[in-house]
């Protein structure tokens, strides 16, 4: 593909991969954070424009999961700092757009392991069927099937337990 | 499936990006163009980033092949510094101006110089190098590399040397090598350059 033609497709993909990863990134760090690895993630799909395939965007969140987990290794390094900071400048409030806060689903996804609870994100908020949700994580669409099956299950379960427990709780639905 | 329609919906209604503005047509303009411009242009800047061999650098220097003269001479000050210390001192020559995909091939056929290192110290614009692993040349202890200014784009990843990370490196005719062939060493990709290469 020569220079220009290779410029008009990224051109062309560019704006529903920035909207996409922009998103995925705010559900998942900070502003300061998202920016940075906003920049990183196209940086790397406009080097790998010619690996990316026709579905692009379950490949674009793989790219953005890793370039979050980079950035996080190097955070952790400075995680006393960062903590030093958040408490003189504490980051908004990420619950100021949706409505009330849904305190048991909160619990709930918290209870899940950390892949259980990101198998749902990506199946809800990102809105990826279980092909896609195995090419972010760079596994096989049988298994992200299973996967995503057992924590739904899961987490209704949870739901429904805390529902019972905490059902004098005003904040329910 | 309607119970999984309903537990979509709840987790949708906790989604904390559904209030984020879409970016503006400007926002994606300059994004686009930013990193399209990052490996084109950016990255061809001129740095000035001069690597200072210590401990061991100079037995490389002396076996290691000729080379032709380097594009741009030495500053006075850098070789006066460099007889002074029994050092040997490298230059970025900014000649490239515009850069192509990584290949290993290059990489193997270019760098005559390529090491694994961390930051150990950054002071007065010199960055201070423990090199864990060297991949070609003699064996370095530590390596001085001068960053000017802090907004220089050399590197892969955090886009400058920063304390305590882990960097791979690469150096061609006394010239650091830039252009996705040097930067943080859990940049992706570049480990496996390194090991296709070498």
């Known amino acids: ?173 | 499936m309607t119970d999984d329609d309903d537990l979509r919906a709840r987790l949708r209604r906790a989604d904390p990006a559904a209030s984020l503005e879409p970016a503006s047509p400007d926002q994606v303009a300059h994004l686009v163009e930013e990193a399209m411009s990052r490996t084109t242009r950016r990255w061809a800047l001129p740095v000035a980033a001069a690597l200072i061999l210590i401990a061991g650098g100079t037995a490389w220097a002396v076996t290691r092949p000729a080379t032709p003269e380097p594009v741009a001479a030495p500053t006075p000050s850098a070789s006066a510094s460099a007889s002074a210390s029994g050092t040997v001192v490298l230059f970025s020559t900014g000649i490239q101006a515009k850069c192509r995909e990584p290949e290993p091939q290059r990489l193997a056929e270019s760098a005559d110089f390529a090491f694994e290192g961390t930051v150990q110290k950054i002071e007065n614009g010199r960055v201070t190098l423990t090199v864990s692993r060297t991949f070609r040349g003699g064996a370095v202890g530590t390596v001085e590399v001068a960053q000017e200014g802090e907004s220089s784009e050399q590197m892969l990843g955090s886009g400058k040397f920063e304390m305590g990370r882990d960097y791979l490196v690469a150096a061609a005719d006394d010239t650091v090598m830039i252009c996705g062939y040097s930067g943080e060493a859990d940049s992706i990709g570049l480990r496996d350059l390194y090991e296709a290469a070498f």
């Open chain 1, 1 to 173: 593909m020569n220079s220009d033609a290779r410029r008009a497709r990224f051109e062309r993909l560019a704006p529903a991969v920035i909207d996409a990863v922009r998103r995925y990134l705010a559900r998942r760090t900070d502003p300061a954070t998202a920016d940075d690895v906003l920049s990183e993630t196209l940086l790397i799909c406009w080097r790998r424009l010619d690996d990316m395939p026709e579905e692009h965007l379950p490949w674009a969140y793989g790219v953005a999961r890793n370039c979050l987990a980079n950035a996080e290794r190097g955070q952790r390094r400075h995680v006393r700092l960062l903590a030093r900071i958040s408490r003189l400048d504490p980051p908004p409030a990420t619950v100021d757009g949706p409505g009330p806060p849904d305190g048991d689903l909160e619990r709930a996804l918290r209870s899940l392991t950390a892949k259980e609870a990101e198998i749902l994100r990506l199946w809800a908020w990102e809105d990826l069927a279980p092909a896609g949700i195995a090419v972010v994580l760079g596994i096989s669409a049988n298994a992200a099937s299973i996967r995503l099956h057992r924590a739904k299950e899961k987490l209704r379960k949870t739901l429904t337990s805390s529902g019972h427990e905490e059902s004098t709780e005003g904040s329910r639905p």
